[in-house]
């Protein structure tokens, strides 16, 4: 069989086809598989659906440099093609919304695409590059009931869809100004990220930059009523961007720092916005210029969670029961202890950062004032709380901390810079507070050992991953935000703020069983584990995640892929000996 005469294939032989195949049924629409050359562009249909209430059909339209003509600068370096690919992705869904329309049964007559939202990420749905731009996306083939509609169809391939992708996928069809913006905006904060170390800071907060968000289900920027950004004087930085220019801001440095300030102040929404500052934000977002470190994780309690062989000794010692904490595993997690697992899970899959907000962590992990540690002696508590780790964590590990504690003062002890929210501006208060703490001593006797202890590495026994499901046959699938389905097992991610698109969620599952497959083999320590299958990605993009030409898939952190085995509840470890 010569596959080159499907690729040879134009656009009429695509309508001739179609009305031979009209009023057939829909299964008939298999014959239309294959490559299109439109003059301008090229039409792949890759796979078509089994009928119509099924997940659309998946296309792809390509086209060659020379006739889409981004201008070089649009895609190198590569990062400015993932902001200018973002814009492209967000256009082509508004132009496919206008054109798709009901032409029949179930989906037919649908054209979506992977969607971004607010953050800029690398996703297979959209890509810009010296060889041109290359869009996925899907189409539900138009049928009434099981019968092929052909004209609809005819409609829709070689009509509506070839506008939008006309209207979208060639430079002469985008505004410039905006393709220079979403290449030179997602630049400048991939800059911004890196130069945060040299720079001596953890999180940088541009002056004039818009944290709170429309609500707590729509991620894009307040209105009128948003209190612009003003950085307190002696926490000032300045930063130079490559195309921006100097640009100042809040530098938060290394160590441990604390986010104090009455309710309703905006506490938590700084905390969010340094959540997702490991990203970066298309144009307009507000957050533009906010960084944290690439590494950053937000901590909190989790109870219900599953644990498996996680070493929390460092904060938690022998439970009632005689349960061991070196090599803890619960079905059950109690607010506490999977606030300490993830904590070490966080180490163990390489965090220098953590993100702690009073509203979402135990109160018993946190804090025991004076008081409690005399009514409750020592030996009765298993918890050493965080304010007796967390200088530890950064002494011995060079791992920083912010925490908004608004609730307890016992913290300044330990803390190396505190911010105080009034009004939703920020104020240096580092001097008050160990003033204060000078004036005012705690009172409480510091627990735990002198050392923070211990980060076990941990080996994944594959077998307790299972991609089988027993009646459904292979099974590796997102099913929203917040879920991933391996084999008969459901893993739920609601607690990880920081994976923020269905994208991710997706291809989070598909590396688990990636990784599952190419590198677990009992020994190789988890972090090593993240590494390979990341530089792997790296190298190859993340099509080398997929089988087929996936359309949705979206780039992740290294952190959220172990996030995600760690919450597996068949899940089992071989603790591993050595550097911990
Ligand atoms: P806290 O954690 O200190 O109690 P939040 O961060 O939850 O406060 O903020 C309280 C409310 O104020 C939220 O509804 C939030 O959207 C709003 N808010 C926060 N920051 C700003 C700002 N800079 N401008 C306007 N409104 C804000
Ligand atoms: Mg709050």
Known sequence: MNRKLHIVASANDLARKLRRIDRSSYG???????????????????????????APSRLRASVPAGAAKFPPQAYEPAIRATGVATLLAKRFAREAARASSRRGSGKSGLIGIDTPAQQVL???????????????????????????????????????????????????????????????TNEDAEYLRTALSEAGLVAFIADGAVLPRRSGVDDRPMGPAAVAFVSPPPLRREIALPNAGAVSGMGIPPGVTLIVGGGFHGKSTVLSALERAVYNHVPGDGRERVAAVAEA???????????????????????PGGSKTRCFSTENASGSTSQA?????ALEAGTTLLLVDEDTAATNFMIRDRRMQELIAVEKEPITPFVDKVRQLYDEFGVSSIIVAGGSGDYFDVADTVIA???????????RAREIARKHGSGRKKEGSGRFGTVTKRAIDKRSI?????????????RGRDEIRLGDETIDLSALSQIVDESQTRAIAAAIAYGREKYMDGK???????????????????????????GDLARFRP??????????????????????
């Open 559 to 580: 952190l959220e892929l172990a996030a995600a085995i760690n919450r597996l509840r068949s899940l089992r470890v071989t603790p591993l000996k050595g550097d911990g």
């Open 466 to 478: 299972a991609l089988l499901s027993r009646r459904r046959g292979s099974r590796v699938c997102a």
């Open 28 to 54: 008939a629409y298999r014959t239309i598989a294959g490559s299109y050359d439109f003059e301008d562009f090229i039409l792949h249909i890759d796979r078509i659906q089994g009928d119509p209430f099924a």
């Open 341 to 345: 697992a993830n904590i070490i899970e």
């Open 122 to 184: 690398e996703r297979t749905a959209m890509r810009v590059d010296r060889n041109g731009v290359e869009a996925r996306f899907f189409a539900g083939l138009p049928a009434a009931g099981r019968r092929i509609l052909a004209r609809e169809a005819e409609e829709m391939l070689l009509d509506d869809l070839p506008a939008v992708i006309r209207s979208v996928l060639f430079y002469k069809s985008n505004d410039a100004a905006r393709i220079e913006a979403a290449a030179l």
């Open 421 to 431: 929210m009034d009004e939703y501006v920020p104020h240096d208060v580092t001097d």
């Open 297 to 319: 994780v937000k901590i909190r309690a989790e109870d219900g969670r599953s644990v498996s062989g996680v070493d929390i000794s460092p904060f938690i010692g022998e439970l």
């Open 524 to 550: 190789t320590a988890l972090d090593d584990l993240l590494r390979r299958i990341l530089t792997d990605i790296d190298r190859a993009g993340l099509g080398v995640l997929a089988s087929e030409r996936a």
